[in-house]
C-alpha cells in the first residue's frame, strides 16, 4: 500500500493541521527501533534513512506514470523519484511468487506492492481474472489457503510427490473424469493412509516445490478466486498461526489475518526452516522494508492523536 503520513493524521487526529505538524516534528526525532513495543524491531533490516528523507520531503512523482505517490507507485510498482532504486534492498528468494489480486482490492492499500519492489525477480503480480494456467505445473506449484484440507509447510514434500506431471489424470488416460478439486480430496485421503510407508526421512528430499501463489483480497473476497477453475487441484498450504500488524485490519475477524506481505514473509520463514533445514539468520526480512517503517509511522501518528 501507499501513504502520505500527512494524509494519515489528518484522516486520525481531530484537533486539525497544528496539531499534526507537532506530531511529525515529534516522531522525527524518534528512531524506530527506539520504541519498545514495536514487534517488528527485531528485524535485521537495511537502512531506512532513505524513506525518512522521503517521509520529510513529502510525496513524489512516478518515473513511470508521473502521478503523486509517497514512497512508491502502487500502480507501477517502482520506487518515486526521492527513493532511489539502488537505496532499497533487494532480496533474492528460494522460489517463484504468485499474486492474484482481487479487482475490487484497493491497489494503495494492499501489501503486495511491497513484494514486487523488494523481490522484483521473483515475483509477479496478477490482477483476477487475468491470471496463468496451472494445470500443466500442479506437480511444483501450491497454494497459500486455509481449506479443509490444506497441509502444513512441513508436508509440502511428502503431498506433492502426487503431482508428477502424469499423477493426476492425463487427458489420454481412461481415468475417472471427477473435478480436479475432488480428485485432489480423494488422492490427499489416500496418501495419508500409507504416509508413514511413504515419507522421505529428510522431508525437503525430491521437493519439486517452484512457486507459490498468494491470493491478495479481503476474506469475502477470496470465494470468487479460490473457486475459479484454474486453481483447482493445487495444493493448498494454510501457515502457522501468527498475529498481524497490519494497520488496516479487517473488521469482525481475528487478528490472526495477516496482510499479503505478512503471509509472503513468514511462508518463506517456514519454507527455509521447515523445507531447506537451514537456519534462519534474517535472509528475508527485508521484505518487510516498506511494511516495518510504516507500521511505525501510522502507530506514532496514532500515539500523538491520543488512540493509543
Known amino acids: 500500500m501507499s501513504l502520505n503520513s500527512p494524509t494519515l493524521l489528518n484522516e486520525e487526529n481531530s484537533q486539525g493541521p497544528k496539531r499534526n505538524t507537532e506530531c511529525l516534528e515529534?516522531?522525527?526525532?524518534?528512531?524506530?527501533?527506539?520504541?519498545?513495543?514495536?514487534?517488528?524491531?527485531?528485524?535485521?533490516?537495511?537502512?531506512?534513512?532513505v524513506l525518512e528523507k522521503a517521509k520529510k520531503s513529502g510525496?513524489?512523482?512516478?518515473?513511470?506514470?508521473?502521478?503523486?505517490?509517497?514512497?512508491?507507485?502502487?500502480?507501477?510498482?517502482?520506487p518515486v523519484e526521492t527513493v532511489p532504486t539502488e537505496e532499497i534492498p533487494t532480496v533474492k528468494l528460494p522460489l517463484k511468487i504468485d499474486i492474484i489480486k482481487h479487482p475490487n482490492?484497493?491497489?494503495?492499500?494492499?501489501?503486495?506492492?511491497?513484494?514486487?519492489?523488494?523481490?522484483?525477480?521473483d515475483v509477479t503480480?496478477?490482477?483476477?481474472p487475468c491470471i496463468p494456467e496451472y494445470e500443466e505445473e500442479r506437480h511444483e506449484i501450491a497454494l497459500i489457503f486455509p481449506g479443509p484440507n490444506s497441509v502444513s509447510v512441513k508436508d509440502i514434500a511428502f503431498h506433492?510427490?502426487?503431482?508428477?506431471?502424469?499423477?493426476?489424470?492425463?487427458?489420454?488416460?481412461?481415468?475417472?473424469?471427477?473435478?480436479?478439486?475432488?480428485?485432489?480430496?480423494?488422492?490427499?485421503?489416500?496418501?495419508?493412509?500409507?504416509?508413514?510407508?511413504?515419507?522421505?526421512?529428510?522431508?525437503?528430499?525430491?521437493?519439486s516445490l517452484k512457486k507459490i501463489i498468494f491470493i491478495?483480497?479481503?476474506?469475502?473476497?477470496?470465494?470468487?478466486i479460490i473457486t475459479d477453475e484454474r486453481l483447482q487441484g493445487l495444493l493448498q498450504i494454510e501457515l502457522k498461526t501468527r498475529k498481524t500488524c497490519f494497520w488496516r485490519h479487517q473488521k469482525g475477524k481475528p487478528d490472526t489475518y495477516?496482510?499479503?506481505?505478512?503471509?509472503?514473509?513468514?511462508?518463506?520463514?517456514?519454507?527455509?526452516?521447515?523445507?531447506?533445514?537451514?537456519?534462519?539468520?534474517?535472509?528475508?526480512?527485508?521484505?518487510?522494508?516498506?511494511?516495518?517503517?510504516?507500521?511505525?509511522?501510522?502507530?506514532?501518528?496514532?500515539?500523538?492523536a491520543g488512540k493509543e
Not at 482490492?105 to 522484483?120: C, F, I, R, Y
Not at 502424469?166 to 480436479?180: A, F, I, T
Not at 495477516?258 to 537451514?278: G, N, W
Request: net charge negative; glycine share 2%; aromatic share 12%.
Open 26 to 49: 515529534s516522531l522525527e526525532l524518534q528512531s524506530p527501533s527506539s520504541f519498545q513495543d514495536n514487534p517488528l524491531h527485531q528485524l535485521q533490516l537495511a537502512s531506512q534513512e
Open 59 to 78: 510525496r513524489s512523482k512516478c518515473p513511470r506514470c508521473s502521478s503523486s505517490r509517497m514512497f512508491y507507485c502502487y500502480t507501477c510498482y517502482v
Open 105 to 121: 482490492e484497493t491497489d494503495g492499500k494492499s501489501t503486495a506492492v511491497h513484494a514486487k519492489l523488494l523481490a522484483p525477480d
Open 125 to 128: 503480480i496478477y490482477k483476477y
Open 160 to 207: 506433492l510427490q502426487k503431482y508428477t506431471k502424469k499423477g493426476v489424470c492425463d487427458n489420454d488416460d481412461d481415468c475417472s473424469r471427477e473435478p480436479l478439486l475432488k480428485q485432489a480430496k480423494i488422492e490427499l485421503k489416500e496418501e495419508e493412509k500409507n504416509l508413514n510407508e511413504c515419507i522421505p526421512s529428510n522431508r525437503s528430499e525430491g521437493t
Open 216 to 224: 491478495d483480497s479481503t476474506w469475502n473476497q477470496t470465494n470468487k
Open 258 to 304: 495477516l496482510s499479503t506481505i505478512e503471509a509472503i514473509y513468514y511462508f518463506l520463514v517456514d519454507y527455509h526452516q521447515e523445507i531447506l533445514k537451514e537456519n534462519y539468520k534474517g535472509q528475508y526480512d527485508n521484505l518487510l522494508f516498506f511494511f516495518s517503517f510504516m507500521y511505525t509511522l501510522i502507530k506514532n501518528a496514532k500515539c500523538c
